[in-house]
T-cell receptor, first 111, second 114 residues
């Protein structure tokens, strides 16, 4: 079983839509969770950390469900500029500072 | 806004040659990392570096790889004898001591081994 699993997509949505991505992780002792964003042929960029109580940053909301071992990202009012690959990232307990990446979910926002 | 820089942006080398990839991390960051991404695959951790020594490395980071901080600003990744399967995008990253999960990535060096 992969350490971090994501639906690769692509998710094609119209501008203004709400879209949600899920991610599951295999190690129940994982300690830290993040969403990164990667544009085509570019570097990953931190989108937001994911906290146990859930957190929001503008149009983006992240949730963590430790019991089910999944993380979600909700994007409201999608913009064309949101088109990218969204990477679910975990730091495993005992994994030091090593980021463990999922393969990413591709989002395409269309007019 | 401070950023991580990497040179070169693209390196083409022949199998068996040595390559050195260079990075300048963000100046007040204390943790440095190398990751790689083979085309179409996920980002994979190679090594982390703190206080002038390797703090963790992956199975990929074998004896052919080494890292160095030769001065106060540069951080390098050396591949001693490149193989075809080393072809990938190599990303350098850095983070603050207290926020190690919030890593800032450079634009990457695309390494092509022929």
């Amino acid at each position: 079983r992969k350490e971090v699993e994501q639906d690769p997509g692509p998710f094609n949505v119209p501008e203004g839509a709400t879209v949600a991505f899920n991610c599951t992780y295999s190690n129940s002792a994982s300690q830290s969770f993040f969403w990164y964003r990667q544009d085509c042929r570019k570097e990953p960029k931190l989108l937001m950390s994911v906290y146990s109580s859930g957190n929001e940053d503008g149009r983006f909301t992240a949730q963590l469900n430790r019991a089910s071992q999944y993380i979600s990202l909700l994007i409201r009012d999608s913009k064309l500029s949101d088109s990218a690959t969204y990477l679910c990232v975990v730091i495993l307990t005992g994994g030091g500072n090593k980021l463990t990446f999922g393969t990413g979910t591709q989002l395409k926002v269309e007019l | 806004e401070p950023e991580v820089t990497q040179t070169p942006s693209h390196q083409v080398t022949q199998m068996g040659q040595e390559v050195i990839l260079r990075c300048v991390p963000i100046s007040n960051h204390l943790y440095f990392y190398w990751y790689r991404q083979i085309l179409g695959q996920k980002v994979e951790f190679l090594v982390s570096f703190y206080n002038n020594e390797i703090s963790e490395k992956s199975e990929i980071f074998d004896d052919q790889f080494s890292v160095e901080r030769p001065d106060g600003s540069n951080f390098t990744l050396k591949i001693r004898s490149t193989k075809l399967e080393d072809s990938a995008m190599y990303f350098c990253a850095s983070s603050e001591l207290a926020r190690v999960g919030e890593q800032y990535f450079g634009p990457g060096t695309r390494l092509t081994v022929t």
